[in-house]
């Protein structure tokens, strides 16, 4: 069984300039999630998506924006991209509420 | 709302040492509780889970047990090797709103030397 894909692994961007980030989530899993992680902030989460609905957003402002799509796939979008918005993007996939999450290597954002 | 503390790292040990790492938690509900492991260059993955009070949840000679009167989840492995070198997260997630969200610590780094 696939795991959960993400891409890109590794981006370089500008400040100002805006990113896209996708997830492929574990066949049958509808519940996708976010989280960033950074050395000093940890693991935050950003929002979770299921059957094409935001279910639960964390505390990040409006440039954080996501969607999902209907086999599952989800996509997050940064725009107008700042230093502090350098870090691993983690998706994770889960089968139901409150259960086991299954996480993507994640996508390496470097903001220039 | 909901909260991991977990012990601070990075935490050095000889290899077949023993290991505790501490978690508490706070939670309004009742909620599930989990160890994640990251290897170095990797996603987080599960590593064990305990759903109600008093459950142990093992794996790869790893233990911890969820215990509602202290509000802990401490992981525990008798001897600990080389390949266990990663960071260690504590989590728990609610499972009353009906959504995905879990809370996680903020990680415990776990080095073991020869």
């Given at each position: 069984k696939a795991g959960v894909t993400q891409t890109p692994r590794y981006l370089i961007k500008t400040r100002g300039q805006q990113v896209t980030l996708s997830c492929s989530p574990i066949s049958g899993h509808r519940s996708v999630s976010w989280y960033q992680q950074t050395p000093g902030q940890g693991l935050q989460f950003l929002f979770e998506y299921f059957s094409e609905t935001q279910r639960n957003k964390g505390n990040?402002?409006?440039r954080f924006s996501g969607r999902q799509f209907s086999n599952s796939r989800s996509e997050m979008n940064v725009s107008?991209?700042?230093?502090?918005?350098?870090a691993l993007y983690l998706c994770a996939s889960s089968l139901v509420a409150a259960g086991e999450l299954f996480f993507g290597e994640g996508s390496r954002l470097t903001v220039l | 709302g909901d909260s991991v503390t977990q012990m601070e790292g990075p935490v050095t040990l000889s290899e077949e040492a023993f290991l505790t790492i501490n978690c508490t938690y706070t939670a309004t509900g009742y909620p599930s509780l989990f160890w994640y492991v990251q290897y170095p260059g990797e996603g987080l993955q599960l590593l064990l889970k305990a759903t109600k009070a008093d459950d142990k949840g093992s794996n790869k000679g790893f233990e911890a047990t969820y215990r509602k009167e202290t509000t802990s989840f401490h992981l525990e492995k008798g001897s600990v090797q080389v390949s266990d070198s990663a960071v260690y997260f504590c989590a728990l997630s609610d499972p009353s709103g009906g959504y995905q969200k879990v809370t996680f610590g903020t990680g415990t780094k776990l080095q073991v030397i020869p």
């Open positions: 990040f402002p409006g107008t991209l700042e230093l502090g918005d350098s | -």
